[in-house]
Each structure stands twice: as C-alpha cells, then as structure tokens.
C-alpha cells in the first residue's frame, strides 16, 4: 500500500473512531433517547420562539394536557424521565435555551431529594440551573412550583420543606422571579398530604393534582 493511501486509510479510521466514541458517549447519558425525541419533534414542527417553557421531571412529563389547557400561552412541555435538577442542568441548552423563551416554569428537585441529596446540595442545584439560565438570559421571568410532599417518600419529608424554604428565600431576592407554593394547596387542613390526590404509585398524580396546579400557576403565567 502507498504511503498517501496508508494515511488516508488510518485517517479513515481515525473519524471514524471518533465519530463512535461521540455517538457512545452520549448514548450514556441520562435520558439522552428523551433528549433524541424532543429534536425529532422540533424537526417535524420547532415550536415559536417566545413561548413558554415548563421543564422538570415526569411530574411535568406526565403533564399530558399541558400544552392543550395553556395553548394561549405556547406552552412547551419539556418534562422528562425521573430526571433531577442535576439532568436539568446538563440539558439546558436543548430543553430551555434553545426555543429562546419569554417564561420559564420549573419543577425538579424531588428526585434529587429521594435519591439521598441534601437540602443544601439540591438547593445549590437549583441555584446553578437558575444562574446558567440568567447567565444566557437575563431577563427572563422564571417560575418555581414548589416541591410536593409525595406520600411515597414521606421518609424525606423535612429534607424536601427545607430545600423548598432555602429556594423560596433565594427566589425573593431574586427580580421577575415566582416562587409558587403548590404543595401548601395540596394538603387538608391539618397539613397532611391528600393521597387521594395521586395515583396508586402515590407518586405521580392523578387528574385532581394537576387541576390545582392549573389553578394556581395559571396567574403567573406571562401572556404575549
């Protein structure tokens, strides 16, 4: 084999190796396939640029009329898997900064808290995607629905309410910025979580659990 044709063959393998290795690499990210499916939609349909965008975890995910009972607003569902606000922050150009957003409503941080993390570390969490996305962004109004108490994980019950307090003392320092308590509504009157608010799982919820959150995120939502 000629030299000139060695150098090309061994570059050849070279791409090729590397377009591999990219390939795998984000194959073992988290949730990547969800990732992969949200930019094939954008592919058939990119939704308008200055709508708004919730992103979060399934409790979003499972949003499934989103976008239907919000339709004024241009609503974009970006909820995905169980992801934590650590999964927030890696895909945050490909779920936030991309569709250039005139609102964003987040609801993550249950998982992080389930998964053992800190009320402190899930607060720093928050802190960074919040920092990243102001960073880009500046003026862009955000909204933070509060961590639920999911009668499943009662066991990290105080861990959850504090990293909720320490974000909502961040959140009111913060200009154009809502801290919107939807946990508080979802309690009866002697503060204990309403299971009949949630599906089997007593995770995820049902119907009834999403009309509060309707209700009480609506008013914070940013018209045109």
Not at 56 to 76: C, H, L, N, P, T
Not at 197 to 210: I, N, P, S, V
């Amino acid at each position: 084999m000629k030299r000139s044709n060695l150098y090309t063959f061994l570059l050849t393998l070279l791409v090729c190796f590397a377009v591999q290795l990219q390939a795998t690499a984000q194959q073992a990210k988290p949730f990547w396939s969800e990732i992969q499916a949200f930019q094939k939609q954008d592919s058939i349909a990119m939704p308008p640029r200055n709508g708004i965008v919730f992103v979060g975890s399934s409790s979003v995910r499972m949003w499934k009329d989103a976008e239907e009972i919000f339709k004024k607003y241009q609503v974009i569902n970006r909820g995905f898997g169980g992801s934590t606000l650590a999964d927030a922050i890696l895909y945050q150009d490909e779920l936030i900064l991309r569709y250039e957003p005139r609102q964003v409503v987040i609801y993550t941080g249950e998982n992080d808290v389930a998964s053992g993390v800190s009320s402190t570390e899930t607060f720093e969490r928050f802190k960074t995607l919040v920092t990243n996305i102001r960073t880009k962004m500046p003026e862009v109004p955000l909204v933070f629905m509060s961590m639920k108490e999911s009668p499943s994980r009662v066991q990290f019950r105080d861990t959850l309410l504090k990293a909720n307090a320490m974000i909502k003392d961040y959140i009111s320092t913060m200009p154009k910025a809502v801290y919107l308590d939807v946990n508080a509504k979802m309690l009866d009157k002697d503060g204990n979580t309403r299971p009949e608010l949630f599906r089997e799982d007593m995770l995820h919820m049902k119907q009834a659990g999403y009309d509060i959150w309707e209700k009480a995120l609506r008013p914070h939502l940013l018209k045109k």
